[in-house]
């Protein structure tokens, strides 16, 4: 016996001692060569470096480096990779064998079985598929992909040992539940009753003597079942769980299915291909899609949870809109497309700024609409980001031209006016006249009007090279490689050089090339309501007082362009959005909260004031009332450290009071609503939604609605905690959110 375990021990040694060598053999010959020929000073940083990891090489082959391992437990039962506590064959593998052999197994579905079924989730495969990859390299993890042809056999193969996660857009069933762990939702579902149209069904009664399309196994299904039980002679047909919708409505249509269960999305995105059908208002379940793991793995299942938390709380919303300013009327949100620079949007101590941020944020307070602010990664994806619908206008300092215009947009009228400038080095002297262009080298983004405006003076005869810039480059960063002599040339619009004049002396202007060029906002060409009450508003505010004293504020207040220009770097350099984001990861990180939010949260408390105190005596950055520090222990609530531990210690606190099957983002709303309202109030709200109707489970336009009533005598009365004050609570959830989406929307952009 003895004999056989060091047989396999020794095995497993040598597989793993020559990964670790050829890992090891590739990173010092790599190091060596650094070593070789070093930049000034950096010989000694390569020796040290080379004897880091030589260090870290002989700890991997003696001692197992996840922070999960206990070497105490090695020869525990439990840690064995062949046998369980019985003695049998192991079949649940939990995240300490799992860093053990490097690899996580997932079970889905083989791709053209799971397409064949359902080609319009294709796009929620690949989100699950990213996700899965972003776990594993979180986890330091090979992937090993185990496709199955049958959805039938994920849950028979995973109970067998012979896969640790399935990722396959499983819904979550009581029947399900029963063998397997589900992680926190990944999303969620929406079924309704379809009919044609003409037919009228209002309550379940009505389903009496007819014959109901269900996909098997659907959280639907099991809602029929209990119809069923309360109503006898509902006919009930059970179709293939990934039956695709278009199959199921084509059903409907055609006759072939009397009424059947589909994805409201579904139907909506297809609308004009079903004139003839409709929605059966009410009769609604949700079915929740979710991470199936063994449930014996709790620890994998611990860190898949605090994982998914984060990533699915960043998941921005892919919502299309085409409509007019009455379309954005009622979805209450204007989305502007810009670019994240010192001249039209960035993060200053947390707060949002920018020349075109706040003429935006302006003018959608005047049409009472909220501002949400969508930044691309890249300029040339502005225009064709507006025309698919990923924004209603855009506001980026952008340059009205014929050739734009041409792409589907049209332009307000200009509220701006540059000039185009050439850049060079301040010791640079060689360049009076446009010929002195000859043999030099302009970099500019092919987007940009520069780009046209240079092509014009090459085929005027002048000489010189253009090359083309990363297109996700702002022109700071081009006239910051113009000053270090990375490159030769730029052209800038004089309002941002101006910008750049105020705090470097490392670059002029040199030429002019033309006279003023006109900057207008732009809108997709059929949306004639939104540009005239845009043009209404530059007819009323440009060169008036607001308007010149945001002018001045971004383009000649020196000491304000300084801090913000300084801010601006620092955060493109760090990321840094708070004075306190040390702080705050610290705590976020032992509670799993994403520490953005913390920090959105923060800056809505007390827009970062650690000696905030409010009317009702909380205090601090978190503004944590006194009894409330008192029950996690806390003294000195003006404490930058004690505040924000106390803070995250309560937001955990009610966290775990709101059910896990909901939404991670919901549950996470719900949870900002009770830091602000209170528990119990939020308790109430959701009653109050289920009476009327809304979904208890939603707070966006379903329980925030109720949390507005309970402000009403006539509901509030009838509530266990009396009185809320709703529209606060409201818009304490939407401006969190909303500043929550936009540091996340700046970070992916840099």
Do not use: C
């Amino acid at each position: 016996m003895l004999t056989a375990w060091a047989a396999i021990a020794a095995s497993l040694a040598i597989v793993f001692l020559r990964k670790t060598i050829a890992l090891v053999a590739r990173e010092v010959h790599s190091t060596m060569e650094k070593i070789r020929t070093p930049k000034p000073g950096s010989r000694h940083r390569g020796i040290a470096i080379l004897a880091v990891i030589l260090g870290l090489a002989l700890a991997a082959v003696t001692w197992d480096l996840s922070p999960s391992y206990n070497p105490s437990s090695s020869r525990d039962a439990s840690f064995d990779l062949t046998k369980n506590r019985a003695g049998g064959e192991l079949r649940v593998a939990d995240l300490k064998q799992i860093r053990w052999r490097r690899q996580l197994r997932v079970l889905l579905p083989n791709v053209r079985t799971a397409l064949s079924y359902q080609p319009e989730a294709a796009s929620s495969h690949e989100y699950e598929i990213e996700l899965v990859k972003r776990f594993a390299e979180k986890h330091y993890l090979e992937l090993e992909w185990i496709h199955v042809d049958n959805w039938d056999d994920l849950i028979p193969r995973l109970l067998e040992g012979k896969g640790d996660l399935i990722a396959a857009n499983i819904t979550i069933t009581e029947s399900r539940k029963n063998k397997v762990s589900f992680t926190v939702p990944i999303d969620t579902v929406r079924e309704k009753l379809v009919v044609r149209i003409g037919d009228e069904i209002r309550t379940p009664a009505d389903l009496v003597g007819r014959e109901v399309a269900v996909r098997e196994r659907s959280s639907f299904a099991d809602l029929l079942k209990e119809f069923r039980k309360q109503h006898a002679g509902i006919g009930l047909r059970l179709l293939p769980e990934h039956i695709p919708a278009y199959a199921v409505l084509s059903g409907v249509s055609s006759g072939e299915f009397d009424i059947a269960a589909v994805d409201i999305s579904q139907l909506e995105a297809q609308a004009d291909q079903w004139p003839d059908l409709k929605f059966v208002d009410g009769l609604t379940r949700d079915s929740i899609i979710a991470w199936g793991v063994n449930p014996g793995a709790v620890e994998l299942l611990e860190a898949l949870n605090s994982f998914l938390g984060r990533e699915q709380l960043k998941k921005q919303s892919q919502l299309v809109y085409k409509d007019d300013l009455p379309g954005i009327k009622n979805r209450q949100v204007l989305r502007v497309l810009t670019r994240n620079n010192a001249a039209t949007y960035f993060v200053w101590r947390g707060q949002f700024l920018g020349f075109e941020y706040e003429l935006m944020k302006r003018f959608a307070d005047s049409q009472n609409l909220h501002l949400e602010m969508v930044v691309p990664s890249r300029w040339g994806d502005l225009i064709p980001t507006l025309n698919a619908g990923g924004g209603d206008l855009i506001a980026a300092s952008m340059t009205i031209t014929d050739e734009r215009k041409k792409q589907g947009i049209a332009f307000t009228n200009s509220y701006n006016e540059v000039t185009e400038e050439i850049v060079a080095r301040a010791n640079d002297s060689g360049i009076i006249s446009l010929n002195d262009l000859k043999g030099r080298t302009v970099v500019v983004r092919r987007t940009s009007p520069h780009w046209i405006t240079l092509e014009k003076l090459l085929d005027q005869g002048i000489n010189f090279r253009l090359v083309e810039a990363p297109d996700n480059m702002e022109t700071e960063e081009i006239i910051s490689r113009v000053a270090s002599g990375e490159y030769d040339l730029t052209v800038a619009d004089s309002h941002i050089l101006s910008v750049e004049l105020i705090w470097r002396s490392d670059i002029k202007p040199v030429l002019t090339l033309n006279g003023p060029v006109s900057h207008g906002w732009a809108v997709r060409e059929g949306d004639q309501q939104l540009l005239a009450a845009l043009n209404t508003f530059l007819d009323n505010e440009y060169k008036g007082r607001f308007y010149n004293l945001v002018y001045n504020k971004y383009f000649q207040n020196s000491t304000r362009i300084l801090d913000h220009v300084a801010s601006h770097q620092e955060y493109a350099a760090k990321g840094n959005i708070s004075p306190y984001d040390a702080e705050v990861q610290k705590y976020a990180e032992q509670y799993s909260f994403d520490w953005a939010l913390i920090v959105a949260q923060m800056y809505q408390e007390s827009r970062f004031d650690p000696k905030a105190e409010s009317w009702a005596g909380a205090q601090g950055l978190m503004q944590i009332l006194p009894t409330t520090g008192e029950l996690f222990g806390a003294q000195d609530l003006h404490g930058v450290d004690t505040s924000i531990e106390t803070g995250v210690r309560y937001l955990a606190w009610l966290h775990e009071r709101f059910e896990p099957e909901l939404t991670v983002q919901d549950r996470m709303w719900f949870t900002l609503a009770a830091y602000n309202a209170g528990l119990g109030r939020v308790r109430d709200a959701r009653s109050l939604a289920r009476k009327m109707g809304w979904n208890p489970d939603r707070w966006f336009n379903n329980v925030d609605r109720a949390m507005l009533l309970l402000s009403h005598r006539s509901f509030y009365q009838l509530a266990t905690h009396g009185y809320a004050r709703g529209k606060e609570t409201v818009d304490y959830v939407r401006e969190i959110r909303d500043r929550y989406n936009a540091y996340i929307r700046l970070a992916s952009a840099h």
